[in-house]
């Protein structure tokens, strides 16, 4: 059994050792080795770690984006954690409309949204020139303003990791404490939430990776009232003259330091303790109707956090893709911007048909590596799990503009050629990075669902001559379905709307939605790439919808079979 | 278990091998799509287009030359502007077929650098002088070119073709003219040089684009150090950022920061402040009687091109005044100032706009100083 594991270990390594780590370290490499020429091997260049204390703009990017992490990741997980408690357990109006919007915001490439919030608070904006709402410009250009706006733009991951999680709930164990006495409040502060503190720790962890690396927000929002982040900076170096890859090497091993220390935190504070309690005792999460104060403060809390987080910078974005303007204060309605984006010949819709095809291949592809990336971690032994755990965090927070150029390092190698593997200048080449970027994300959702169901499960099943794949159909699968339909969703979701790495990687005539939309907006066309956001996120949040729809038929049959029993 | 584990292993090499073949399939297919499209459209174009071809090629083997090139694959071009038109352009003219790579000088500089043990590329043509000069530094680039279309270069782009003739300009746009809003200021309190925007009354109302990021914003630092001396230049932009001054990441936010209220003066590149102007904008453009720093784009070949003598027809075509008034004519990315004569500019250009360069070899050999100063000082 242990050999099996640590060759299914070994395999799974392999995979995230050639999709995530070697392009990175050929980056961090640069620090000893510029231009990865062995012949300038200096390990004297080590010295520039230390210039973090030495360069004003380091050291201030490292403390900006450690705070701004941290500040964000402990607001997230308080609003995720109480959003996703409400939605599980009770059946209001806006139930749905909070998925929905957590769905939406996830997808949405931070940049976009940033956009959205500086179209809605700048001097001018909409907040001043049409609601006369003053200060909100003063708001936004400050550290409070950005952590807001980052809370917003990242609890969705959060959300819906921890609400996939909460769909089983261990209704024995709460029953005893009810009988003892103890309050709902008390049940659920004292059996509950312990329970799911992996999954609130993974939940956290996907904030503060995805906080520490975003670059979107960073170059929109913190870069105008000079708060340099380390993604900004790494951008920075890497697109400095001459270009300094090892300026990128170091900073990216500052981000990776965070993660090692974020990870070493996490296991310190859970230590060895067990968490998965699902058995017998278990029961499906039912959602009942609040009553009286309770149902109006969920209704007006959902009802008006729905519309700040969702509607202010998605609709200011829709209000600007009616304008042939630079700014809502000069804003006259034009249809001429859809017109343009829906010419069926148009550029637009060949973008969306590569970035649709590239996110479903990574979806699927990333499904079946993340499952198996979180088996090992969950229910295996095997020696190198750790490590691959933070082979894949250290994949979701390091710029995804880092990883394309150390794709481009490794895919472009002249002696890849006859083997028929130089992947440089092909669309594979980005479902490669595609991959790469939605496993993280899959596994960690995946890994908060397995955490609650117990090994001996599985191994009962196997005493009874089941086989693996068995196993797996119908015990695991069924089990963790809502964390899947998440899991999927949020990786094709994500590949979509991926940048970073498509502007670095992207092929000769072969544009993506995401860099098409940044083109029109560095293009000056600001309400044509607002009209291709709406249209091209519209297309996806439909077929988002359709899919769930889809992957949760035989599961809503389930439960209706269920409820009539 | 171990049998389980690979056919998991097999599906996924299966579902990669057939993303890889679904994903070429595609590209082939829109590739082809593409080229029938092309056909079918420019079946009346065909002839012209070969006789034009067949002409070239005539005169050449006339002059005594080898035979006009055959094209084995498109000549891949590297670029920040222009990529909707320049590849059917070159076709029209040459018969040759252009692909494109598009991005902001940065990511271009980086894709390139990143590629330098095995370039994908054949031309690269950027407004980022100084950072093609140092791939030259570096020998990444084809030397001693000689297009023909080069005897029609103005003094200005004379000059800033290297002695090594690694490059020529194609045109050259103001990396920084001053903006400022028309509603804060009239002409009698507006900025007029580099040096007002120190002054007390527009403290935290200027914003600028980062030398580090904006390809354009860094010619302008670059002029600032080379005119006034790295001291001077350094001194200039300390009583700048001690004066407030906002540093965005590129002209876009810029526009939208001017645009939107947040400052109300701005050192942005020409082709933007235009367009803002154009865009009902209530926002006025001051040329600085001086000269405003120029932003030089440039066309270069790759030392390790497998298709040098198209590469050169393209360099050639870029400097040709038919191309660069076609490219003038073309819309907001048209202004900027040709680099070959003969060649009518924008009607609402300032006919006495001016434009200045640092020196290419300060520029070059002090970009990653000069870089690094701008962003630890916008830290502080």
Same mark, same amino acid.
């Given at each position: 059994m242990k050999n099996r594991e640590n060759i299914g270990g070994s395999g799974i390594l392999l995979i995230l050792i050639i999709l995530v780590l070697l392009p990175l370290v050929t980056v961090l490499f640069q620090v000893v080795c510029p231009g990865l020429e062995l012949s300038e /091997?200096?390990?004297?260049? &080590?010295? &520039?770690?230390?210039?973090v204390f030495k360069r004003p703009l380091w050291e201030k990017a490292f403390i900006n984006s450690a705070t701004l992490s941290l500040a964000t990741t402990a607001i997230g997980i308080i609003l995720a954690g109480l959003l996703a408690n409400l939605r599980v357990n009770y059946e209001f109006p806006f139930g749905k409309l909070l998925d929905i919007v957590s769905w939406i915001l996830m997808i949405i490439p931070s940049f976009i949204l940033a956009q959205g919030w500086v179209y809605f608070a700048s001097g001018n904006g909409i907040a001043k020139a049409w609601l006369g709402i003053s200060g909100m410009n003063d708001f936004l250009f400050s550290f409070p303003g950005l952590v807001t706006v980052m809370v917003l733009c990242k609890y969705p991951m959060a959300y819906v990791a921890i609400k996939a999680a909460l769909e089983w709930y261990p209704a024995e164990l709460v029953h005893a404490a009810r009988m003892n006495g103890a309050s709902p409040v008390r049940a659920w502060l004292d059996v509950q939430f312990p329970l799911c503190l992996p999954t609130y720790f993974s939940a956290a962890m996907l904030i503060f990776m995805d906080t520490v690396g975003d670059y979107g927000m960073s170059s929109t929002i913190t870069a105008v009232y000079s708060f340099p982040t380390l993604p900004y900076t790494i951008y920075s170096a890497i697109c400095s003259s001459p270009v300094r890859f090892d300026m990128a090497g170091v900073l990216s091993l500052y981000l990776v330091v965070m993660i090692v220390i974020a990870m070493i935190l996490q296991h310190y504070v859970m230590g060895r303790k067990r968490f998965d309690y699902l058995g017998n005792g278990t029961m499906r999460t039912m959602a009942r109707k609040p009553r009286g104060l309770l149902s109006a403060f969920i209704n007006v809390f959902t009802g008006l956090f729905c519309l700040v987080a969702l509607g202010v910078p998605v609709g200011s974005n829709f209000i600007m893709s009616f304008s042939d303007s630079f700014s809502i204060e000069r804003f006259e309605f034009t249809l001429e911007n859809y017109k343009r984006v829906l010419?069926?010949?148009?550029?637009l819709i060949v973008g969306i048909q590569h970035s649709l095809s590239l996110a479903v291949i990574a979806a699927l592809i990333g499904i079946v590596l993340g499952f198996a990336v979180a088996y090992i971690l969950t229910y295996s032994d095997f020696k190198l799990k750790r490590f691959i755990d933070t082979i894949t965090l250290i994949a979701m927070a390091v710029p995804g503009v880092v990883l394309g150029i150390g794709y481009i390092f490794v895919w472009n190698q002249k002696w890849l050629q006859p083997l028929g593997l130089n992947l440089y200048g092909k669309p594979s080449i980005l479902v490669l990075a595609a991959v790469a970027s939605a496993v993280p994300l899959i596994n960690r959702v995946l890994v908060g669902g397995m955490a609650k169901v117990p090994k001996e499960l599985l191994t009962a099943s196997q005493v009874q001559g089941a086989s693996f794949v068995h196993r797996i159909r119908t015990i695991l699968l069924p089990l963790l379905h809502n964390s899947m339909v998440s899991g999927v969703l949020a990786a094709f979701g994500g590949s979509v709307f991926n940048l970073a790495i498509t502007t670095i990687l992207y092929p000769p005539n072969y544009s993506t939605l995401p860099v098409y939309i940044s083109d029109s907006y560095n293009d000056l066309n600001f309400g044509y790439a607002a009209a291709a956001t709406i249209v091209g996120g519209a297309c996806i949040v439909t077929i988002m919808l359709i899919l769930e729809f889809v992957l949760n038929i035989g599961n809503r049959k389930r439960n209706e079979y269920a409820a009539n029993t | 278990m171990k049998r389980s584990m690979l056919c998991v292993t097999a599906l996924m090499a299966a579902m990669a091998l057939s993303a890889c073949s679904q994903s070429a399939a595609e590209t082939e297919a829109a590739t082809t799509a593409a080229t029938e499209a092309a056909t079918a459209a420019e079946t009346e174009a065909a002839a012209e287009t070969e006789a034009a071809a067949e002409t070239e090629a005539a005169e050449a083997s006339a002059d005594g030359e080898s035979e006009a090139p055959v094209q084995t694959e498109p000549l891949l071009v590297y670029l920040n502007d222009f990529d909707a038109v320049i590849p059917d352009m070159f076709k029209e003219a040459t018969g040759y077929e252009v692909e494109v790579v598009v991005g902001n000088g940065a990511e271009t500089m980086s894709r390139i650098e990143a590629e330098s043990s095995n370039p994908q590329w054949d031309v690269v043509w950027i407004d980022s002088m100084y950072d093609v000069y140092n791939l030259d530094l570096d020998g990444q680039l084809l030397t001693g070119l000689e297009p023909e279309n080069a005897s029609g270069l103005t003094d200005f782009a004379k000059a800033l073709v290297p002695e090594d003739k690694c490059f020529y300009p194609t045109g050259a746009h103001a990396a920084g003219v001053i903006v400022y809003r028309t509603d804060v200021y009239d002409e009698t309190t507006? *900025?007029? @040089? /580099?040096?007002?925007? @120190?002054?007390?009354?527009f403290k935290d109302q200027v914003g600028m684009a980062d030398p580090g990021v904006a390809a354009p914003a860094y010619p302008l630092a670059a002029y600032f150090m080379d005119t006034m001396g790295m001291e001077g230049g350094q001194e200039y932009f300390t009583t700048m950022f001690e004066n407030g001054l906002k540093v965005y990441p590129k002209n876009p936010q810029v526009v939208q920061a001017l645009a939107g209220g947040e400052i109300s003066a701005a050192i942005m590149q020409e082709s933007n402040a235009y367009e803002m102007v154009h865009s009902g904008e209530p926002v006025a453009i001051v040329w600085p009687e001086d000269g405003a720093p120029a932003s030089t784009r440039v066309a270069a070949i790759c030392a390790q091109t497998d298709q040098p003598e198209i590469a050169k027809l393209f360099v050639n075509f870029l400097l040709d005044p038919e191309t660069q008034q076609e490219l003038i004519n073309l819309g907001d990315e048209g202004y900027f100032e040709p680099s070959v004569e003969g060649v009518t500019m924008k009607e !609402?250009? !300032? *006919?006495n706009a001016k434009l200045v360069a640092a020196d290419i070899v300060f520029g070059a050999e002090n970009e990653g100083d000069i870089k690094a100063w701008f962003a630890d000082m916008s830290a502080m």
């Open positions: /091997f200096d390990l004297g260049n &080590l010295a &520039l770690v230390l210039d010419q069926p010949d148009g550029e | 507006a *900025p007029r @040089t /580099f040096e007002e925007l @120190t002054d007390e009354r !609402d250009r !300032d *006919p």
